[in-house]
């Protein structure tokens, strides 16, 4: 079966498409392309159609994940279309919680801490946006950590 995954946080251009691109290298890497579609969605659409971050680019890139998204706001759809919906803060979980249409809908929402294993001392993923080059850092640091998590679990359903 075909896993659908939805990365979600509030701009759409630093730490969601950077957890998309993460995964997709993990995915790609282990030929598993044609098995799991990956995304990621803003649930503030005030970047819409722009590039990510070039500070998150330029990060994400040094180790290797090319970042080609362009940001879009969530919609109602998404809750259809995927599987997982991944939300990287509390706020951003919030959000989707009550934007989700129905019951079935709220149970596809996950935080994206639930995959964390070795930073015990972080239950969010920290908005990069106003912080300086050690804030990207520790966002891809978090992301490859929960990654590699999020794959196994993935593993189970395709
Ligand atoms: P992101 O970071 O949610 O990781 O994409 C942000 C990007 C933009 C803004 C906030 C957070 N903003 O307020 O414009």
Known sequence: M?????????GNICRS???EAM??????REGLSDRVEI????TYGGHSGERSDPRMRRAAEARGI?????ARQVKEADF?????IIAMDDNNYETLFRLAPDRA?????YRFREFLRHHPDW?????PYYEGHEGFELVLDLLEDGCAALLEEIRRYI
């Not at 075909?2 to 509030?10: A, D, E, H, S, Y």
């Not at 239950?123 to 908005?127: L, Q, T």
């Open 2 to 10: 075909k896993q659908r995954v939805l990365f979600v946080c509030l």
């Open 17 to 19: 498409p950077a957890a």
């Open 23 to 28: 995964l997709r290298v993990l995915v790609e």
């Open 39 to 42: 995304d990621s969605a803003g």
């Open 66 to 70: 090319p970042m080609t998204h362009r």
């Open 80 to 84: 259809e279309r995927f599987d997982m």
């Open 105 to 109: 809908a709220q149970q596809k929402i």
């Open 123 to 127: 239950s969010y993923i920290p908005d």
